[in-house]
């Protein structure tokens, strides 16, 4: 028994200690789930002879947790704004040396002035920015109102569906009645519940999953959510049946970034990789595969496929920020939502 | 000389259950007492709060439908599975049936829940062959509500109750029933006096086997239900992301689990003292005829 442990053994360190030529550096990425075209993250593997891993989550309460909870030797990572400053607050994030991120000027200064969820980017560098809107069937949805209001038409109940996210809801109905979408006022959030009532009465379900596919298939006439959560799911000839419209009151942005962990291994190719992104060329490519405004200004000269929508579409939109201890507030409303009639 | 290899051989399964089931639990049950982290987590510091905010109609309302569901889910299942169990027993192709009840789970639980969207979508084969032939003019909203997610339950467990109650009735003596209606036993009075109680262990097992698991349903609701067809499993997975309310996720999780074992402590009990009941007086009757 001894004899054959130390076989074992003996395997394995000639396995490990001769098992590989000279080593390449690693990045390891842990990204939401295709957010990035591959062929971008091999390019830069190439460019720059590093073996990227690139691991990727749905959700970023799941990215929070895995971190959390001890995880996982992870360089660079893309949260949302709102866990920016939750993190900023835990102490997780490495501050960020813009000298060594020379692309940071080809961001767009407006942009850059309202991010309250970490003002000055000091930690972290914006990636890609969107909104939830309606995308509609043109061929089936008549009514011409292009306000979060279309929600209250009750003709095409049973064929709609609002995203099972309490904050993206909650936001539109906020902004519905000229509000904030980060209010904290209790009075408001009351008020915004009777609307979200109101919506509920015309929708088939909640859904942040499949609502794409579901409108890809007709099932649905008209769903809330990202943009491209429905037109990847539609090919060239079904899009233009498709109309994608932010309502006219607006609702919450989001805002991803690149953050550099304060416990990363390989700060230096972190910084290499949000340097590579904000490449004018490489930017374009990305938010071509995906549509969505570019935050990138000389990027802008360089893409080739129209977005669902520009940044100055979003005029009377606002970013979302961490709501702290009130998120408690969002969750009891949400609550007598899921259960009221 | 006679070894006891006994603790040998539930090592495996000691080890297994005390890493997957009871460490696990414990820490549920710990972390229910303890207080949130603000950003998710939990502070160990000692508190009641999640098991305070358990006194809210909005879980109390959950509960009551998570109850309704289930139970109208078991009672059709089992009700179902036990004639379907007979047949196969009885047939000549058992084998052949045993199978086809099998099938199913060589495909993925998810992809044939997929699978009913597409049967009773808007857009379905269902609705497109009512459409196609007139039987109605508009669609029939078949998915996205409480009736869909009970359909979907039992199709998804009911195989859990037919293996248990098959395994049962295969080993029923049949002469039994024939000497029944030999002593003038209607067809249905022969079934319900003799071959009922004799299959109680079965029942009870598929009883256990298909309400337990619709008890703690998350994706059948998640992906077929609509905006009232909340159960447990979807507010404990909300309140362990989208809230970070860690403790109150542990204390909903071991309300659903104290509910459970409770139901079906009770529910053997009750099986065993009817069993027992049942035993006593055929001993009692028994005796009777000897005496006389």
Redesign the interface.
Known sequence: MKRLLCAAAAALFLVTGFGCGPQKPKLYIYNWTYYIPDEVVKEFGKRYGVKVYYDMYS?N??M??KL?SGGAGYDLVFPSGDFVS?MI??GMLEEIDKSRVPNYGNLDTTVLSKLLFDPGSRYSVPYAMGTAGISIDKRKIADTTRSWRILDNSDYK??VTLLD??REVLGAALKTLGYSVNSKDTAQLEKAKQVVMGW?KN????DS??FGK?FA???FWMVHGYAENVFLELDEKAQENVEFFIPDEGGPIYMDNMVILKNARNKDLAYQFINYIHEPEVYARIMDFFQLPSVNVPARKHMTVEPHYQIEDLATSEFKEDL??H??LY?KIW??I??G? | MKKNYGPFYVAPVTVWLACFFVIPISIIVYYSFLTKG????VIHKLSLDAFRALY????F??TINTFQVAILATVIMVSFAIPASYFMARSRFKNFFLLLVIIPFWTNFLIRIYAW?AIL???GIFNNILLSTGIINNHI?F??NTNAVILVTIYTYLPFAILPLYSTIEKFDFSLLEAARDLGATKWKAMASILLPNIRGGITTAVLFTFIPAFGSYAIPQ?I????S?MLGNVIAREL?????WPLASSISMVLTVFTTLGVLLFMRFNRSATESARGQKQKTVAAGAKA
Do not use: C, H, W
């Open positions: 959700s309460e799941e929070y947790a959390k939750i607050k835990e049973g064929r996210d309490m509920k929708i088939v379900k909640f999953e499949a579901g298939a007709g099932e702290g201890e998120i408690e969750n609550q007598e899921m259960v009639k | 603000i950003n998710g987590g809210n109609p909005t879980i309302q959950i969207m979508g808007n857009n909203q998915l996205y992906i239900g609509g905006t009232n909340y992301t989208v809230t970070r309310n």
